[in-house]
């Protein structure tokens, strides 16, 4: 049985279109990008892998079934296909870190997204020792199209959190407090 949308809504189309302008904007993905397509499409965040590239003349690259969870297999894949723009959970990310070696630079990455799971302020900082591109935190429930919030990482940013951000374009974000009541401007 169902549990989440008793009503059967769907989300628009608008919603993914709005997305996907929003995301050609903000990272301005055109026809020198290579985009890895790993997100099981299971996911909601596999969209934009397929639809940001087809949208933008970017070239899209897809990696082989459970790709996803293979370390070696990602970094290989970058390196293969010049890979500009790669999307990862922030395991995913550790765990590409913990294998990279030194001598092995990722310098065809232009950026690197995260969501899926809450970014720890440690990976931020670790990733900035290591990379030069900015490193995005995206957020978005499953309910919403995709990411509804997004935050550019700052390597000189001492916050013991990573902030998920400001909304993307025409979205809105409410923050609540315990009992589920707006809290005022600046809490």
Same mark, same amino acid.
Not at 11 to 16: D, E, L, Q, V
Not at 44 to 66: I, T
Not at 116 to 127: K, N, R
């Given at each position: *049985?169902?549990?989440?949308?008793?009503?059967?809504?769907?989300?628009?189309?608008?919603?993914?279109?709005?997305?996907?302008?929003?995301?050609?904007?903000?990272?301005? #993905?055109?026809?020198?990008?290579?985009?890895?397509?790993?997100?099981?499409?299971?996911?909601?965040?596999?969209?934009?892998?397929?639809?940001?590239?087809?949208?933008? *003349?970017?070239?899209?690259?897809?990696?082989?079934?459970?790709?996803?969870?293979?370390?070696?297999?990602?970094?290989?894949?970058?390196?293969?296909?010049?890979?500009?723009?790669?999307?990862?959970?922030?395991?995913?990310?550790?765990?590409?870190?913990?294998?990279?070696?030194?001598?092995?630079?990722?310098?065809? #990455?232009?950026?690197?997204?995260?969501?899926?799971?809450? #970014?720890?302020?440690?990976?931020?900082?670790?990733?900035?020792?290591?990379?030069?591109?900015?490193?995005?935190?995206?957020?978005?429930?499953?309910?919403?199209?995709?990411?509804?919030?997004?935050?550019?990482?700052?390597?000189?940013?001492?916050?013991? #959190?990573?902030?998920?951000?400001?909304?993307?374009?025409?979205?809105?974000?409410?923050?609540?407090?315990?009992?589920?009541?707006?809290?005022?401007?600046?809490?």
């Amino acid at each position: *049985g169902s549990t989440g949308n008793p009503k059967g809504v769907m989300i628009p189309h608008r919603a993914i279109c709005n997305h996907m302008q929003w995301m050609l904007e903000t990272f301005g #993905l055109d026809e020198s990008d290579r985009i890895l397509q790993k997100t099981p499409f299971s996911f909601d965040a596999s969209v934009w892998e397929f639809f940001a590239p087809l949208l933008s *003349g970017a070239c899209l690259v897809l990696a082989k079934p459970g790709g996803h969870t293979d370390g070696e297999y990602l970094i290989d894949a970058v390196h293969e296909h010049n890979i500009t723009t790669l999307q990862l959970v922030p395991s995913a990310l550790r765990m590409i870190l913990d294998m990279l070696p030194e001598n092995k630079p990722l310098s065809s #990455l232009k950026r690197v997204c995260c969501g899926g799971e809450a #970014l720890p302020a440690d990976l931020q900082s670790q990733y900035y020792d290591r990379f030069d591109v900015p490193l995005y935190n995206l957020y978005g429930p499953t309910e919403a199209a995709i990411d509804s919030t997004f935050w550019e990482c700052d390597p000189d940013d001492l916050r013991t #959190l990573v902030p998920i951000g400001r909304p993307i374009n025409n979205a809105k974000v409410y923050i609540l407090d315990k009992a589920l009541n707006p809290v005022p401007v600046g809490v």
